[in-house]
Nanobody, 115 residues
């Protein structure tokens, strides 16, 4: 059973930074895509960034230049460094892991950016 546990969310002022972490366990596949999605109140969940096990990354336009995704394959962890945060970044951030046709989600961590 794959489990994803996020940490690092919190309250930050606009212009500040946060680093989210996600620890994965239970995945037997080393070939996978890990990522971060977010869901703001009243909105649909949206992609923030993904990273393959080989290190290839993809970002939403809103994240480019401000957020950096990285992973530690040995520790089965993925990170999201978020800089220059804006109130519009306020959301619950979810860690994801896609292996073959299966998609797994964490329970989310709340990020609140005050103006």
């Amino acid at each position: 059973q794959v489990q994803l546990v996020e940490s690092g969310g919190g309250l930050v002022q606009a212009g500040g930074s946060l680093r989210l972490s996600c620890a994965a366990s239970g995945s037997s596949s080393r070939i996978n895509v890990m990522g971060w999605y977010r869901q703001a109140p009243g909105k649909q969940r949206e992609l923030v960034a993904t990273i393959t096990s080989g290190g290839s990354t993809d970002y939403a336009d809103s994240a480019k230049g401000r957020f950096t995704i990285s992973r530690d394959n040995a520790e089965n962890k993925v990170y999201l460094q978020m800089n220059s945060l804006e109130p519009e970044d306020t959301a619950v951030y979810y860690c994801s892991l896609r292996a073959s046709v299966m998609m797994y989600w964490g329970k989310g961590t709340l990020v609140t950016v005050s103006s």
